[in-house]
């Protein structure tokens, strides 16, 4: 009987052994092949991370993307060396843009889901227009956190970029529409009144100064649930604090009459070249100029445009809503050069570039940003005009080329040099700032344009005469009497 016990309790004993080294062996062998497909993964991630083109702009994000970082003694023990080599493994991850694309759609599960209005709310900042370069659309690119055109990056300073062109942190998507959320500082405002007032003194009565406030949208179309009229308030406040020898120009209620046209992009921060032809309207009301109508202009489509607010929200809804840039030549014979950020060379551009396309087509107007521009018209009546200007003045200005015979465009963030010089020695006899609302409630805005009347940057102008181009505004070949 004892003996019988202890051998059912050693056969006993020996199957539970055997099961505990079975199940040990089979746990130690999962262990190894999961540590040695992790590792494969590894090796094959690392030789295609390593063997995968890299490219150096995003596209989708128009921003330059991380280059593996050069060591120095500095970066090394300052600890940004490695954060680099991090930030250059995270912009070159294989598959980066599909991954994203991939995660973009899981996010739609999240939270409860409002098929009529959907909420984008993150930190970024939205880049400016492109810039066209030899017949190609090139995006521009992001240096120190500013967004900077392609041809200008090797001369302009990013000293001063210590401020995005727009922080827009909330977006709304409705009726298939990406409307940006707007909100006002009367003190940046306040300070930007004055600093108007003073060009007005600084350059004397001889020079006519306009200021024009563009909305961008979000007083038009936002939901009726949301309270609106923010860009008035903000605009109307502006234009109180406005000396009353400067020209106020009311654009806001001309693009109210035609909110329910095509004035605004669905997917780009931008509005398009209707909405700017009815703040041409607008400005020559204030100038007392007679405007071309609306029949006058060639008009011409870019088609299949996904702008910025696309990419910054990824819906779905927008993807399926792409917009058409279209843009108004005018009737007249130009020629347009720009100039480097020392102003020390003029070279040939076009008015138009009408070589744009895809996420690029706002390029069309001007062919991006520059430092300054200048544009000679056929129109011989004496009259100058100089645009101190944000991305939304690109699309404007080619009007204003229909009626002065000169026009200079200075965008206010690549630009280094005192424009009472400049004024002074081409003799502009009239000044207009033209920016969106978000660009006037800057504190970066004011003091970038504050250093223009201050500036003691040496000027160095060609003195050969500009590069004789190809007429690239012309409608009617009949016009041209050279």
């Known amino acids: 009987m004892f003996c019988n016990i202890i051998s059912w309790e050693f056969i006993q004993s020996f199957y539970l052994l055997q099961i505990l080294i079975m199940k040990t062996f089979f746990l130690n062998l999962y262990s190894k092949l999961n540590s040695i497909v992790f590792v494969f993964i590894l090796i094959i991630v690392g030789v295609l991370f390593i063997v995968y083109p890299k490219e150096k702009i995003s596209q989708d994000e128009k921003r330059l993307l991380k280059q593996f970082p050069i060591i120095t003694q500095e970066n090394l023990f300052s600890g940004k060396y490695f954060k680099d080599i991090d930030l250059y493994y995270s912009d070159n991850f294989i598959y980066r843009n599909e991954i994203i694309e991939i995660a973009s759609e899981f996010k739609k599960f999240k939270g409860i889901k409002n098929d009529e209005i959907q909420y984008f709310n993150?930190?970024?900042?939205?880049?400016?227009?492109?810039?066209?370069?030899?017949?190609?659309?090139?995006?521009?690119?992001?240096?120190?956190?500013?967004?900077?055109?392609?041809?200008?990056?090797?001369?302009?300073?990013?000293?001063?970029?210590?401020?995005?062109?727009?922080?827009?942190?909330?977006?709304?998507?409705y009726k298939k529409k990406a409307i940006q959320i707007f909100s006002?500082?009367?003190?940046?405002?306040?300070?930007?009144?004055?600093?108007?007032?003073?060009?007005?003194?600084?350059?004397?009565?001889?020079?006519?100064?306009?200021?024009?406030?563009?909305?961008?949208?979000?007083?038009?179309?936002?939901?009726?649930?949301?309270?609106?009229?923010?860009?008035?308030?903000?605009?109307?406040?502006?234009?109180?604090?406005?000396?009353?020898?400067?020209?106020?120009?009311?654009?806001?209620?001309?693009?109210?009459?035609?909110?329910?046209?095509?004035?605004?992009?669905?997917?780009?921060?931008?509005?398009?070249?209707r909405g700017a032809y009815y703040a041409y309207l607008a400005f020559c009301n204030s100038a007392g100029i007679n405007p071309l109508?609306?029949?006058?202009?060639?008009?011409?489509?870019?088609?299949?445009?996904?702008?910025?607010?696309?990419?910054?929200?990824?819906?779905?809804?927008?993807?399926?809503?792409?917009?058409?840039?279209?843009?108004?030549?005018?009737?007249?014979?130009?020629?347009?050069?720009?100039?480097?950020?020392?102003?020390?060379?003029?070279?040939?551009?076009?008015?138009?570039?009408?070589?744009?396309?895809?996420?690029?087509?706002?390029?069309?107007?001007?062919?991006?940003?520059?430092?300054?521009?200048?544009?000679?018209?056929?129109?011989?009546?004496?009259?100058?005009?100089?645009?101190?200007?944000?991305?939304?003045?690109?699309?404007?200005?080619?009007?204003?080329?229909?009626?002065?015979?000169?026009v200079?465009?200075?965008?206010?963030?690549?630009?280094?040099?005192?424009?009472?010089?400049?004024?002074?020695?081409?003799?502009?006899?009239?000044l207009i700032f033209a920016h969106n609302v978000f660009v006037l409630n800057s504190s970066f805005t004011t003091s970038q344009e504050s250093k223009f009347l201050n500036s003691n940057f040496s000027f160095k102008p060609t003195k050969k005469e500009p590069i004789k181009i190809k007429k690239d505004s012309l409608v009617n070949p009949k016009n041209d009497k050279k």
């Open 122 to 173: 993150k930190s970024k900042a939205l880049p400016q227009s492109r810039v066209i370069k030899n017949n190609k659309p090139i995006s521009n690119i992001e240096v120190n956190n500013e967004i900077v055109p392609e041809t200008a990056k090797d001369s302009v300073s990013t000293e001063d970029a210590n401020e995005t062109y727009e922080n827009i942190n909330s977006v709304i998507v």
């Open 408 to 430: 200079f465009v200075v965008d206010y963030r690549y630009l280094k040099y005192n424009i009472k010089t400049i004024m002074k020695k081409y003799g502009i006899n009239n």
């Open 293 to 406: 109508s609306i029949d006058k202009f060639e008009i011409k489509k870019i088609k299949d445009f996904l702008g910025t607010l696309y990419y910054y929200t990824r819906s779905e809804d927008l993807k399926q809503n792409k917009d058409y840039v279209e843009y108004f030549k005018i009737p007249n014979v130009t020629k347009a050069t720009y100039f480097n950020e020392n102003l020390s060379s003029e070279k040939a551009t076009k008015l138009y570039a009408e070589y744009a396309k895809g996420g690029n087509s706002y390029g069309v107007f001007l062919g991006g940003d520059f430092p300054l521009m200048r544009i000679k018209s056929d129109v011989k009546n004496g009259q100058k005009i100089l645009i101190i200007k944000d991305s939304y003045g690109n699309a404007f200005t080619p009007f204003l080329c229909a009626h002065f015979e000169e």
């Open 184 to 273: 006002g500082s009367q003190k940046s405002l306040s300070n930007f009144a004055t600093l108007v007032e003073k060009y007005k003194t600084d350059l004397g009565p001889n020079v006519t100064v306009y200021c024009m406030a563009i909305p961008i949208g979000s007083d038009f179309n936002l939901p009726p649930s949301f309270k609106k009229d923010r860009e008035k308030t903000s605009i109307n406040y502006l234009y109180s604090n406005m000396n009353s020898t400067i020209k106020c120009v009311n654009a806001y209620d001309e693009l109210k009459k035609h909110q329910n046209e095509y004035i605004q992009f669905n997917t780009d921060h931008h509005w398009t070249g």
